[in-house]
Each structure stands twice: as C-alpha cells, then as structure tokens.
C-alpha cells in the first residue's frame, strides 16, 4: 500500500511500504518576481515585420504565417523597438544591447523580488545568474552586484547553456545550496533577450524561433527551512531530480559562429518527452511515496504548443492541468529560462493552491535534459 508523504516528512525521514526513503529538508521560496520590457507587441503585428528580417524581398511568407498563427502567442515582449532590429549588424551590437537591456531587467526583477521579501540587496548570499542569450565578463551577476549595493562577499554563480531548463534547474541549485546554508538567502535571476539572437535568414528553425520567443527576466529569492515563506502564497521546495538523455544534443541548443547565436530546434523534442517524461516523473515521485494523481498543482516550462501537448500526454494530466503554462504562452511567448519562474510567480499569486497541496515545476532544455522540482504549499 502507498503512503503519501506527510507534511512533516519535509524534514524527517518516512516510512513507504518497506522502503525508507527522506525528502531533503525543505528550503522555502520567499517571493518570484518578473519584469518584462515595455516594448509589447501582438503577434499578427510582428510577423510581417520579422519576415523582413528573415526573409529576402519577394520570398513566399506562407510558412512564416502559419508558424506565427499556430505558436499560440498572441502578444511578446521585445528587448528593442522592432524598428531597431534590422540596424543590430552584427553579434556584437545585439551583445551590447544584451548587456545594456538586461542589466537593467535583472536590477527591475530582482529589486521587485527583494521588495516582496521584505530583503536588501545586502541579504543575499549566493546569487545565480542564467541566460543563454549573450555574454558578457565581468559577468551580468557581477555588474549587477556593484550597481545594487551586494556584499562584497557574496557568492556568485553564471550560468550560460542551460537554456530553457535553468528556471528550473537554477532552482534547485538553489535548494541543494540551501540545504547546506539553512541560515542563508540564495536568488535565482533569469535574464532572456531572446528576440536579440534572431537571423537574417529563412531556416525553419529561426522562423520557428522568431514566432516563438520573448524577452524577460525573472528572479526567485529563496531561504532555508520555513523562514523565507511570507505568506502561504509561496511553496516549498522538497526535492529535486535532473535527467540528461544521450544521443540527444542534436536536439535543442545553439550553433555559435560569426552572427551570433544560431537556434537548433529539432522537430523530435515532443517525441523524446513522449518517450521518457512520464517514466521518469514517475519514478521521481515513487522516491517519495507520491504518484501523479497527488500533484495537485503543475508548473511546467511553456516550450510551444507542441511541447505542451506532449507533457500532458506523457504524464496523462487532466483538462486544465497547464492552463497556467497556455496562458504564459499566450501572453509573452517562450521566455526561455525565465518562463517557469513566471508560471511560478502567476501559480502563487493568481491560482493560490491550498496549503498542503503538492505541486512539480518542470522543465526542458539542451543536452536534451529535464529537470523537476518538487513543491509544497
């Protein structure tokens, strides 16, 4: 017979069957907080006007209709006013407006974070920085410490290639540092400017990236134990687990040459979570006496239509399950690595699950990969 989890298994060992198996002390998210850039567009307005980015004069725009049309994005987000794109000549002016325009987001999402929290800049002690949309040394995190007042002592970690799983991932990093620094403040900041890594060509992965993704940035500010939860609005995180599938890096990724930050989108990604997703989030829950049907909240990274649709497949969810996803979607597109934390953020503070409710954040990105978090309210 199954036993479910009790709450407070967060922080004891408990008993399943015959299997003694420990969820790790809980770590606790204190406030989410996403900023997203003022330059809002609908998405019938863009697709003319990124087919002539993309496109040579002349060239049928039949394809670029219907990727925009069947994305399920209706308004994004652009780094820039799009009049200014075409002026970007090369990599290094679409870097530079990275550098400039993300700094600037990270400072919003994090000061909107701190302030939820009821924290300082001078509060936190470990501070995760991941975009995989451009580059920089010294490093965003870095400028971004000595533009908002950090300690000189606090621990920094950039993180570039994770892609569209490091929401998720970067979250859990967080719990696993946490679990060692119980009395420590640790933030996740996610800053994306997807829109600055777009082409001048007619690939069927760039036109599927440029109907696809938006820019934004996000920040978590997690703590240990229970301190950090203002609120019931916020969960807990329990555990986590990564898989990284092989023979799959040809999947999703970049190929980096002389204009920048090539998109690799391969068609196979919906069938590689057919495949693998539930079996593995199954077995991630069985660890800890869970089965899907106790989840009662998903969080999951809104990758494409296609994407979603093979999640809920995989792990057989019910109607509604990831209409926080959809709506996310819709609204701002694919924000890479910041997506899930602002599903996140929309989950606590729109839907409100009950205390005591479970919930997974997940997540996909390059390697192929997948990561999963476990939550409670």
């Excluded at 839907?351 to 997974?360: F, L």
């Amino acid at each position: 017979m199954r036993v479910p989890v009790a709450v407070d298994d967060l922080v004891a060992p408990s008993t399943v069957g015959e299997r003694h198996t420990v969820i790790d002390r809980g770590t606790s998210v204190a406030a989410v907080h996403t900023a997203l850039p003022p330059h809002r567009y609908a998405q019938s307005d863009l697709t003319e006007l990124m087919g002539d980015l993309c496109l040579e004069p002349g060239a049928d725009r039949a394809l670029l209709r219907r990727l925009h049309t069947s994305a399920g994005v209706r308004t994004r987000h652009l780094a820039l006013p799009i009049e200014q794109y075409a002026g970007l000549g090369d990599f290094g002016q679409a870097n530079a407006a990275w550098m400039t325009v993300g700094l600037a987001l990270a400072e919003e999402a994090l000061s909107g974070a701190l302030d939820a929290a009821g924290l300082t800049a001078a509060d936190i002690d470990l501070l995760v920085c991941t975009s995989i949309t451009g580059v920089a040394a010294p490093s965003l995190d870095a400028r971004l410490a000595l533009r908002m007042g950090m300690r000189a002592d606090v621990k920094r970690v950039p993180v570039f290639g994770l892609g569209c799983v490091g929401g998720a991932a970067g979250l859990g990093r967080l719990h696993d540092y946490l679990l060692g620094h119980p009395d420590d403040t640790a933030v996740l900041l996610s800053v994306e400017l997807c829109s600055l890594t777009l082409q001048r060509d007619g690939s069927l992965a760039n036109l599927v990236a440029g109907a696809l993704f938006g820019d934004g940035a996000a920040a978590v500010v997690a703590r240990g134990g229970d301190a950090g939860r203002r609120g019931a609005g916020w969960p807990m995180v329990a555990a986590t687990r990564g898989h990284l599938y092989p023979d799959t890096e040809h999947l999703l990724g970049w190929r980096i040459g002389a204009s920048g930050f090539r998109v690799v989108v391969d068609a196979g990604i919906p069938d590689v979570v057919r495949t693998h997703l539930g079996d593995d989030l199954r077995n991630f829950l069985a660890t800890h006496g869970l089965v899907p049907d106790d989840i009662g909240t998903w969080i999951c990274h809104p990758g494409g239509p296609k994407v979603l649709v093979a999640v809920g497949d995989a792990l057989e969810l019910p109607d509604g399950a990831l209409d926080s996803s959809w709506r996310s979607l819709a609204g701002v597109g694919n924000l890479s690595s910041a997506s899930v934390l602002r599903v996140l953020e929309d989950v606590a503070t729109r839907c409100r699950p009950d205390p005591g409710t479970w919930g997974v954040l997940l997540a996909m990105g390059p390697g192929f990969c997948a990561e999963f978090v476990l939550l409670r309210w």
